[in-house]
Antibody, heavy 123, light 109 residues
Framework: QAQLEESGGGVVQPGRSLRLSCAAS????????MHWVRQAPGKGLEWVAV????????YYSDSVKGRFTISRDNSKNTLSLQMNSLRAEDTAVYYC????????????????WGQGTMVTVSS | EIVLTQSPGTLSLSPGERATLSCRAS???????LAWYQQKPGQTPSLLIY???SRATGIPDRFSGSGSGTDFTLTISRLEPEDFAVYYC??????????FGQGTRLEIK
């Protein structure tokens, strides 16, 4: 069945960088738009970024724009999030999520979620 | 950015009762791009409803979604013990940013 597995989280100092990965399996990764969503400890869900199935549409939340970069490698079924200039407020569990429909451009609900990877930004 | 406001913040009910959760958008969602998710403690969010009223795969029919424009509702017709969780609405409009409501905690009375 369709699965997503995030990796790359950890503890990092403010101002440093971290790269998250999301490995997809059980579905045709190259036909789905993919998102990153985060959840700070004890808080609600916050959308972070999206890349359409073909990489042509990329959007970011204002809170990460200019610092985070989303990318995908359809040959390796992998989604990535490069996070630079990290801040304490970036501390959260980061989830990758798949859109419901194939061939959409970032305007769809999310039907498959990974288990998440924790990022802690602290000195 | 479209702001979603969920009410109530916490809803206390007993198993077998009917639950009605509200989600109000700061502007009209012209294409009904509204979803509902359930998140249990320590677990990943799971999709319940998309397109305001379409149940996701495997979701029991006691869950239903309705609404249009700026006002949307998730109804759980008869609460089961496993339904007590946090529920989030999400709008995924015609262009980002995608936004979530702040959540409604459904707790056992």
């Amino acid at each position: 069945q369709a699965q997503l597995e995030e990796s790359g989280g950890g503890v990092v100092q403010p101002g440093r960088s971290l790269r998250l990965s999301c490995a997809a399996s059980g579905f045709t990764f190259s036909t789905y738009g993919m998102h990153w969503v985060r959840q700070a400890p004890g808080k609600g869900l916050e959308w972070v970024a999206v890349m359409s199935y073909d990489g042509s549409n990329i959007y970011y939340s204002d809170s990460v724009k200019g610092r985070f970069t989303i990318s995908r490698d359809n040959s390796k079924n992998t989604l990535s999030l490069q996070m630079n200039s990290l801040r304490a407020e970036d501390t959260a569990v980061y989830y990758c999520a798949r859109e419901v429909g194939q061939y959409s451009y970032g305007n769809d609900a999310f039907d498959i979620w990974g288990q998440g990877t924790m990022v802690t930004v602290s000195s | 950015e479209i702001v979603l406001t969920q009410s109530p913040g916490t809803l206390s009910l007993s198993p077998g009762e009917r639950a009605t959760l509200s989600c109000r958008a700061s502007q009209s969602l012209s294409n009904i791009y509204l979803a509902w998710y359930q998140q249990k403690p320590g677990q990943t969010p799971s999709l319940l409803i998309y397109g305001a009223s379409s149940r996701a795969t495997g979701i029991p029919d006691r869950f239903s979604g309705s609404g249009s424009g700026t006002d949307f509702t998730l109804t759980i017709s008869r609460l089961e013990p496993e339904d007590f969780a946090v529920y989030y609405c999400q709008q995924y409009g015609t262009s980002p940013p995608i936004t979530f409501g702040q959540g409604t905690r459904l707790e056992i009375k």
